[in-house]
């Protein structure tokens, strides 16, 4: 069982930053993917970005550019970071951290957590 625990979230007005944060705890061996997905009302979840634990991420198009993607595996942390720059507001949604055994079985098989609301808008 892994858990999942979101921070950062809030509210911005357009052209602004946030920083997400997202702690893995309990049995996280091979868990070698970790990253974020969005919903906003109305729409499907989608990815925003994702990284493996050899540190190669992966960038949904609406955010390439704007957002960036890091993890921290020292010490035997399991934390992923998303930096978003530029915020507009359809970047508007619950933001869910996910992790799994690999980018490609995380969302279906993975873990995810509870979700952090953002909200761009002035």
């Known amino acids: 069982q892994v858990h999942l625990e979101e921070s950062g979230g809030g509210w911005v007005q357009p052209g602004g930053s946030l920083q997400l944060s997202c702690a893995a705890t309990?049995?996280?061996?091979?868990?070698?993917?970790m990253g974020w997905y969005r919903q906003a009302p109305g729409n499907e979840r989608e990815l925003v970005a994702a990284v493996t634990s050899a540190g190669s991420p992966n960038y949904g198009d609406s955010v390439k550019g704007r957002f960036s993607i890091s993890r921290d595996n020292t010490w035997g942390k399991h934390t992923v970071y998303l930096q978003m720059n530029d915020l507009k507001p359809e970047d508007t949604g619950v933001y869910y951290c996910v992790s799994g055994l690999s980018l490609a079985s995380m969302s279906q098989f993975g873990s995810w957590g509870q979700g952090t609301q953002v909200t761009v808008s002035s």
């Open positions: 309990g049995n996280v061996f091979g868990y070698n993917a």
